[in-house]
Protein backbone atom coordinates (compact mmCIF):
# COMPACT_ATOMS: atom_id res chain seq x y z
CA UNK A 1 0.00 0.00 0.00
CA UNK A 2 2.77 2.35 0.78
CA UNK A 3 4.52 1.88 -2.68
CA UNK A 4 0.71 2.31 -4.70
CA UNK A 5 0.72 5.98 -2.13
CA UNK A 6 4.11 6.96 -3.35
CA UNK A 7 2.71 6.23 -7.54
CA UNK A 8 -0.18 8.38 -6.33
CA UNK A 9 1.42 11.26 -4.73
CA UNK A 10 4.04 11.33 -7.74
CA UNK A 11 0.85 11.45 -10.31
CA UNK A 12 -0.81 13.77 -8.35
CA UNK A 13 1.58 16.40 -7.99
CA UNK A 14 2.31 16.24 -11.88
CA UNK A 15 -1.49 17.87 -12.16
CA UNK A 16 -1.58 20.12 -9.28
CA UNK A 17 1.87 21.65 -9.99
CA UNK A 18 0.86 22.51 -13.20
CA UNK A 19 -1.60 25.39 -13.23
CA UNK A 20 -2.50 24.53 -16.96
CA UNK A 21 -3.83 21.26 -16.12
CA UNK A 22 -5.61 22.23 -13.15
CA UNK A 23 -7.69 24.17 -15.56
CA UNK A 24 -8.31 21.91 -17.87
CA UNK A 25 -8.51 19.12 -16.10
CA UNK A 26 -10.47 20.30 -12.97
CA UNK A 27 -12.12 23.79 -13.83
CA UNK A 28 -12.81 23.94 -17.51
CA UNK A 29 -15.55 20.80 -18.08
CA UNK A 30 -17.52 22.36 -15.45
CA UNK A 31 -17.16 26.04 -16.70
CA UNK A 32 -17.66 24.31 -20.46
CA UNK A 33 -21.07 22.44 -19.51
CA UNK A 34 -22.40 26.16 -18.05
CA UNK A 35 -21.86 27.95 -20.56
CA UNK A 36 -22.63 25.58 -23.06
CA UNK A 37 -26.13 24.50 -21.14
CA UNK A 38 -26.62 28.25 -20.44
CA UNK A 39 -26.66 28.70 -24.37
CA UNK A 40 -29.03 26.14 -24.57
CA UNK A 41 -31.65 27.35 -22.57
CA UNK A 42 -31.27 30.81 -23.80
CA UNK A 43 -31.91 29.21 -27.26
CA UNK A 44 -34.75 26.86 -26.26
CA UNK A 45 -36.74 29.86 -26.08
CA UNK A 46 -37.58 29.84 -29.46
CA UNK A 47 -39.87 27.36 -30.70
CA UNK A 48 -39.23 25.53 -33.64
CA UNK A 49 -41.63 24.93 -36.86
CA UNK A 50 -43.58 21.21 -36.58
CA UNK A 51 -42.59 19.36 -39.11
CA UNK A 52 -44.20 18.16 -41.96
CA UNK A 53 -46.89 15.40 -42.62
CA UNK A 54 -48.67 15.11 -39.40
CA UNK A 55 -52.04 12.84 -38.68
CA UNK A 56 -54.98 15.02 -36.51
CA UNK A 57 -57.48 12.99 -35.43
CA UNK A 58 -60.82 15.32 -35.53
CA UNK A 59 -64.71 14.24 -33.91
CA UNK A 60 -67.51 16.71 -34.89
CA UNK A 61 -65.53 19.38 -36.72
CA UNK A 62 -67.87 21.33 -39.29
CA UNK A 63 -67.10 21.56 -42.68
CA UNK A 64 -66.20 24.95 -42.36
CA UNK A 65 -63.59 24.84 -39.40
CA UNK A 66 -62.34 21.94 -41.71
CA UNK A 67 -61.94 23.83 -44.23
CA UNK A 68 -60.23 27.12 -42.49
CA UNK A 69 -57.62 24.78 -41.06
CA UNK A 70 -57.05 22.53 -44.14
CA UNK A 71 -56.81 26.24 -46.70
CA UNK A 72 -54.26 27.29 -43.62
CA UNK A 73 -51.69 24.47 -43.81
CA UNK A 74 -52.09 24.01 -47.55
CA UNK A 75 -51.47 27.74 -47.69
CA UNK A 76 -48.29 26.89 -44.77
CA UNK A 77 -46.84 24.14 -47.19
CA UNK A 78 -47.61 21.87 -44.38
CA UNK A 79 -49.07 18.20 -45.09
CA UNK A 80 -51.34 17.57 -42.44
CA UNK A 81 -54.09 14.78 -42.54
CA UNK A 82 -57.09 15.10 -40.94
CA UNK A 83 -58.44 11.63 -39.55
CA UNK A 84 -61.84 11.54 -38.61
CA UNK A 85 -62.81 9.29 -34.86
CA UNK A 86 -65.67 7.95 -33.70
CA UNK A 87 -67.27 9.14 -29.94
CA UNK A 88 -65.93 5.78 -28.76
CA UNK A 89 -62.28 6.49 -30.31
CA UNK A 90 -62.02 9.35 -28.34
CA UNK A 91 -60.83 8.30 -24.74
CA UNK A 92 -58.48 5.81 -26.99
CA UNK A 93 -56.85 8.83 -29.07
CA UNK A 94 -56.34 10.62 -25.76
CA UNK A 95 -54.41 7.66 -23.99
CA UNK A 96 -52.32 7.77 -26.96
CA UNK A 97 -51.55 11.57 -27.03
CA UNK A 98 -50.61 10.96 -23.39
CA UNK A 99 -48.36 8.03 -24.00
CA UNK A 100 -47.23 10.31 -27.28
CA UNK A 101 -48.35 7.58 -29.84
CA UNK A 102 -50.22 10.40 -31.35
CA UNK A 103 -50.16 14.02 -31.39
CA UNK A 104 -53.43 15.57 -31.86
CA UNK A 105 -57.27 15.72 -31.19
CA UNK A 106 -59.81 18.27 -32.15
CA UNK A 107 -63.14 17.20 -30.53
CA UNK A 108 -65.60 20.12 -31.31
CA UNK A 109 -69.32 20.00 -29.38
CA UNK A 110 -71.97 20.15 -31.97
CA UNK A 111 -74.22 22.31 -29.70
CA UNK A 112 -72.13 24.81 -27.84
CA UNK A 113 -69.19 24.99 -30.74
CA UNK A 114 -66.55 24.52 -28.27
CA UNK A 115 -63.33 23.27 -29.69
CA UNK A 116 -60.86 21.01 -27.37
CA UNK A 117 -57.24 20.54 -28.12
CA UNK A 118 -56.38 17.63 -26.85
CA UNK A 119 -52.69 17.83 -26.71
CA UNK A 120 -48.67 16.61 -25.09
CA UNK A 121 -47.11 19.65 -24.39
CA UNK A 122 -43.86 17.31 -23.31
CA UNK A 123 -43.87 16.44 -27.08
CA UNK A 124 -41.78 18.70 -29.01
CA UNK A 125 -44.36 17.30 -32.04
CA UNK A 126 -47.65 17.25 -30.24
CA UNK A 127 -47.28 21.18 -29.23
CA UNK A 128 -46.03 22.06 -32.33
CA UNK A 129 -49.28 21.07 -34.30
CA UNK A 130 -51.03 22.08 -31.16
CA UNK A 131 -49.47 25.30 -31.59
CA UNK A 132 -50.25 25.71 -35.61
CA UNK A 133 -53.71 24.77 -34.98
CA UNK A 134 -54.25 27.07 -32.02
CA UNK A 135 -52.92 30.01 -34.17
CA UNK A 136 -55.42 29.36 -36.66
CA UNK A 137 -58.79 29.22 -35.00
CA UNK A 138 -57.74 31.83 -33.27
CA UNK A 139 -57.18 33.85 -35.94
CA UNK A 140 -60.43 33.32 -37.99
CA UNK A 141 -62.99 32.24 -34.62
CA UNK A 142 -61.48 34.24 -31.66
CA UNK A 143 -64.09 36.55 -30.34
CA UNK A 144 -65.51 36.67 -34.15
CA UNK A 145 -69.14 35.41 -34.86
CA UNK A 146 -68.93 33.69 -38.06
CA UNK A 147 -72.78 32.59 -39.47
CA UNK A 148 -74.29 33.88 -36.39
CA UNK A 149 -72.03 31.04 -34.63
CA UNK A 150 -69.27 31.91 -31.56
CA UNK A 151 -66.73 28.99 -31.40
CA UNK A 152 -64.95 28.71 -27.81
CA UNK A 153 -62.03 27.27 -28.39
CA UNK A 154 -60.08 25.34 -25.36
CA UNK A 155 -57.26 23.02 -24.67
CA UNK A 156 -56.47 20.25 -22.35
CA UNK A 157 -52.90 18.32 -21.89
CA UNK A 158 -51.46 15.35 -20.90
CA UNK A 159 -48.05 16.04 -20.36
CA UNK A 160 -46.06 15.60 -16.84
CA UNK A 161 -42.86 17.12 -18.16
CA UNK A 162 -42.50 20.50 -19.42
CA UNK A 163 -41.30 20.60 -22.97
CA UNK A 164 -37.94 22.04 -21.81
CA UNK A 165 -37.01 19.36 -19.56
CA UNK A 166 -37.67 16.67 -22.42
CA UNK A 167 -35.41 19.01 -24.77
CA UNK A 168 -32.75 18.54 -21.86
CA UNK A 169 -33.09 14.99 -21.51
CA UNK A 170 -32.66 14.89 -25.35
CA UNK A 171 -29.36 17.17 -25.13
CA UNK A 172 -27.59 17.06 -22.20
CA UNK A 173 -26.76 12.83 -21.76
CA UNK A 174 -24.25 13.70 -25.18
CA UNK A 175 -22.70 16.46 -24.32
CA UNK A 176 -21.83 15.20 -20.53
CA UNK A 177 -20.43 12.38 -21.92
CA UNK A 178 -18.47 14.36 -24.55
CA UNK A 179 -16.70 16.65 -21.62
CA UNK A 180 -16.27 13.21 -19.17
CA UNK A 181 -13.97 11.92 -22.11
CA UNK A 182 -12.00 15.14 -22.40
CA UNK A 183 -11.27 15.05 -18.63
CA UNK A 184 -10.13 11.49 -19.21
CA UNK A 185 -8.15 12.38 -22.08
CA UNK A 186 -6.39 15.61 -20.44
CA UNK A 187 -4.68 13.27 -18.30
CA UNK A 188 -5.03 9.52 -19.13
CA UNK A 189 -2.45 9.67 -22.06
CA UNK A 190 0.03 11.58 -20.32
CA UNK A 191 0.46 9.57 -17.41
CA UNK A 192 0.88 6.38 -19.00
CA UNK A 193 1.73 6.92 -22.84
CA UNK A 194 3.66 10.23 -21.69
CA UNK A 195 5.91 8.07 -19.43
CA UNK A 196 6.17 5.54 -22.24
CA UNK A 197 7.50 8.67 -24.93
CA UNK A 198 9.80 10.45 -22.42
CA UNK A 199 11.34 7.03 -21.54
CA UNK A 200 10.66 7.54 -17.83
CA UNK A 201 8.29 4.49 -16.98
CA UNK A 202 11.55 2.20 -17.35
CA UNK A 203 13.01 3.67 -14.93
CA UNK A 204 9.94 3.98 -12.71
CA UNK A 205 9.40 -0.01 -13.30
CA UNK A 206 12.50 -1.23 -12.30
CA UNK A 207 12.57 0.44 -9.26
CA UNK A 208 11.71 -2.94 -6.46
CA UNK A 209 8.15 -1.26 -6.08
CA UNK A 210 5.84 -4.14 -7.84
CA UNK A 211 4.55 -3.10 -11.15
CA UNK A 212 1.08 -3.84 -9.89
CA UNK A 213 1.41 -1.06 -7.24
CA UNK A 214 2.46 1.01 -9.87
CA UNK A 215 -0.88 0.44 -12.28
CA UNK A 216 -2.63 0.74 -9.05
CA UNK A 217 -0.93 4.22 -7.98
CA UNK A 218 -1.80 5.60 -11.91
CA UNK A 219 -5.27 4.62 -11.98
CA UNK A 220 -6.55 5.38 -8.48
CA UNK A 221 -4.61 8.66 -9.30
CA UNK A 222 -6.06 9.16 -11.97
CA UNK A 223 -9.61 7.75 -10.87
CA UNK A 224 -8.84 11.31 -8.39
CA UNK A 225 -8.45 13.44 -10.63
CA UNK A 226 -11.12 12.15 -12.69
CA UNK A 227 -13.42 12.62 -9.99
CA UNK A 228 -12.50 16.03 -9.18
CA UNK A 229 -13.43 16.50 -13.04
CA UNK A 230 -17.01 14.85 -12.80
CA UNK A 231 -17.61 17.05 -9.78
CA UNK A 232 -16.69 19.72 -11.58
CA UNK A 233 -19.07 19.13 -14.70
CA UNK A 234 -21.69 18.06 -12.00
CA UNK A 235 -21.37 21.45 -10.64
CA UNK A 236 -21.82 23.21 -13.93
CA UNK A 237 -24.89 21.03 -14.64
CA UNK A 238 -26.46 22.19 -11.63
CA UNK A 239 -25.68 26.11 -11.76
CA UNK A 240 -26.63 26.41 -15.45
CA UNK A 241 -30.41 24.60 -14.76
CA UNK A 242 -32.01 27.60 -14.03
CA UNK A 243 -30.77 28.84 -17.12
CA UNK A 244 -31.20 26.00 -19.23
CA UNK A 245 -34.50 25.10 -17.59
CA UNK A 246 -36.35 28.57 -18.59
CA UNK A 247 -40.22 27.73 -18.01
CA UNK A 248 -43.46 29.03 -17.40
CA UNK A 249 -44.25 25.83 -15.48
CA UNK A 250 -43.50 25.29 -11.88
CA UNK A 251 -41.31 21.94 -11.89
CA UNK A 252 -38.15 21.55 -10.19
CA UNK A 253 -35.76 19.04 -9.54
CA UNK A 254 -35.69 17.69 -6.48
CA UNK A 255 -32.96 16.06 -4.56
CA UNK A 256 -33.24 12.25 -5.65
CA UNK A 257 -32.23 13.92 -9.39
CA UNK A 258 -29.01 15.61 -7.89
CA UNK A 259 -28.03 12.35 -5.95
CA UNK A 260 -28.61 10.68 -9.50
CA UNK A 261 -26.33 13.27 -11.18
CA UNK A 262 -23.45 12.67 -8.97
CA UNK A 263 -23.48 8.90 -8.83
CA UNK A 264 -23.80 8.12 -12.58
CA UNK A 265 -21.36 11.34 -12.84
CA UNK A 266 -19.12 9.87 -11.15
CA UNK A 267 -19.44 5.87 -11.75
CA UNK A 268 -19.25 7.03 -15.78
CA UNK A 269 -15.98 9.04 -15.00
CA UNK A 270 -14.26 6.14 -13.84
CA UNK A 271 -15.10 3.39 -16.28
CA UNK A 272 -14.33 6.15 -18.78
CA UNK A 273 -10.52 6.72 -16.94
CA UNK A 274 -10.00 2.87 -16.98
CA UNK A 275 -10.69 1.90 -20.18
CA UNK A 276 -8.23 5.40 -21.01
CA UNK A 277 -5.83 4.13 -19.01
CA UNK A 278 -5.73 0.61 -20.84
CA UNK A 279 -5.81 2.40 -24.07
CA UNK A 280 -2.92 4.61 -23.26
CA UNK A 281 -1.16 1.64 -22.27
CA UNK A 282 -1.02 -0.15 -25.43
CA UNK A 283 -0.14 3.03 -27.43
CA UNK A 284 3.94 4.20 -27.86
CA UNK A 285 2.95 8.17 -27.26
CA UNK A 286 0.67 10.36 -26.05
CA UNK A 287 -0.48 11.09 -29.96
CA UNK A 288 -1.01 7.25 -30.51
CA UNK A 289 -3.14 7.22 -27.02
CA UNK A 290 -4.98 10.54 -28.08
CA UNK A 291 -5.36 8.57 -31.21
CA UNK A 292 -6.94 5.30 -30.17
CA UNK A 293 -9.47 6.96 -27.98
CA UNK A 294 -10.70 9.52 -29.92
CA UNK A 295 -12.66 6.86 -32.09
CA UNK A 296 -14.23 5.38 -29.04
CA UNK A 297 -15.43 8.81 -27.30
CA UNK A 298 -16.87 9.72 -30.97
CA UNK A 299 -18.88 6.19 -30.58
CA UNK A 300 -20.18 7.24 -27.21
CA UNK A 301 -21.08 10.76 -28.45
CA UNK A 302 -22.95 8.72 -30.75
CA UNK A 303 -24.57 6.74 -27.97
CA UNK A 304 -25.17 9.91 -26.10
CA UNK A 305 -26.93 10.94 -29.44
CA UNK A 306 -29.85 7.92 -29.09
CA UNK A 307 -31.50 10.28 -26.24
CA UNK A 308 -32.54 12.55 -28.94
CA UNK A 309 -34.48 9.84 -31.21
CA UNK A 310 -36.26 8.14 -27.94
CA UNK A 311 -33.99 5.17 -29.26
CA UNK A 312 -33.77 2.19 -26.58
CA UNK A 313 -32.43 -1.57 -27.02
CA UNK A 314 -34.50 -2.78 -24.41
CA UNK A 315 -37.18 -1.99 -21.16
CA UNK A 316 -35.24 -4.33 -19.41
CA UNK A 317 -33.16 -3.49 -16.58
CA UNK A 318 -29.89 -5.39 -17.69
CA UNK A 319 -29.34 -2.63 -20.28
CA UNK A 320 -28.35 -0.22 -17.55
CA UNK A 321 -25.25 -2.61 -17.12
CA UNK A 322 -23.81 -1.39 -20.95
CA UNK A 323 -21.28 1.18 -20.31
CA UNK A 324 -22.20 4.57 -21.12
CA UNK A 325 -24.99 3.36 -22.97
CA UNK A 326 -26.68 3.41 -19.23
CA UNK A 327 -25.18 6.70 -18.56
CA UNK A 328 -27.28 8.32 -21.62
CA UNK A 329 -30.37 6.40 -20.39
CA UNK A 330 -29.96 7.38 -16.66
CA UNK A 331 -29.53 10.95 -17.50
CA UNK A 332 -32.08 10.86 -19.76
CA UNK A 333 -34.52 9.38 -16.94
CA UNK A 334 -33.55 12.10 -14.02
CA UNK A 335 -33.90 15.05 -16.50
CA UNK A 336 -37.58 14.15 -17.08
CA UNK A 337 -37.94 12.97 -13.32
CA UNK A 338 -38.31 9.50 -13.99
CA UNK A 339 -36.14 8.13 -11.90
CA UNK A 340 -36.24 4.26 -10.87
CA UNK A 341 -34.30 3.13 -8.28
CA UNK A 342 -33.59 -0.40 -10.00
CA UNK A 343 -31.62 0.62 -13.03
CA UNK A 344 -30.03 3.42 -11.18
CA UNK A 345 -28.17 0.28 -9.00
CA UNK A 346 -27.83 -1.86 -11.75
CA UNK A 347 -26.17 1.51 -13.73
CA UNK A 348 -23.73 2.20 -10.77
CA UNK A 349 -22.60 -1.30 -9.92
CA UNK A 350 -22.17 -2.67 -13.02
CA UNK A 351 -19.91 0.45 -14.16
CA UNK A 352 -18.13 0.14 -11.01
CA UNK A 353 -17.64 -3.49 -11.74
CA UNK A 354 -16.15 -2.79 -15.07
CA UNK A 355 -13.76 0.35 -13.46
CA UNK A 356 -12.56 -2.96 -11.50
CA UNK A 357 -12.11 -5.28 -14.86
CA UNK A 358 -10.47 -2.73 -16.75
CA UNK A 359 -7.98 -1.98 -13.79
CA UNK A 360 -7.09 -5.62 -13.51
CA UNK A 361 -6.39 -5.31 -17.29
CA UNK A 362 -4.01 -2.66 -16.71
CA UNK A 363 -1.85 -4.46 -13.59
CA UNK A 364 -1.73 -7.52 -16.26
CA UNK A 365 -0.21 -5.16 -19.02
CA UNK A 366 2.43 -3.43 -16.58
CA UNK A 367 3.58 -7.07 -15.96
CA UNK A 368 4.35 -7.03 -19.81
CA UNK A 369 7.88 -6.66 -20.65
CA UNK A 370 6.82 -6.10 -24.48
CA UNK A 371 3.48 -4.06 -23.78
CA UNK A 372 5.60 -0.99 -21.50
CA UNK A 373 8.51 -1.33 -23.77
CA UNK A 374 7.06 -1.33 -27.36
CA UNK A 375 8.80 1.78 -29.10
Known amino acids: MKHILIVMRKELARVFTDKKLIFTT ?20 QMVEPEKAYDIYEYGLTSEVRTVLV ?11 FISVTESEIEGIKNDIESEDKLLLIHMDPDTKEIYLYYNDGNMDSLGIQSSVLGILNAVYNQTIINGVQYKILEQTFSKN ?29 SIA ?29 SILSVLSSISSFIGVILSLPKLMQSDTSITFDFSTYVTLFLILVSTTLVIISIVSVISATAKNIKEATTFVTPLMILSMMIGMTTMFSFKISDGAWTYAIPIYNTANILSEAFTGN ?29 SEKMMFTK
Do not use: C, W
Open 26 to 45: IILPGLLLFVVYSLIGSAMS
Open 71 to 81: TAFTEAEMEVN
Open 162 to 190: DLSFNLVAMILPMLIITFLFQGALAVGPE
Open 194 to 222: GDKERGTIATLLSTPTRRSHIALGKIFSL
Open 339 to 367: INLVPLVVAVVSNLLFTVIFAFILTKMFN
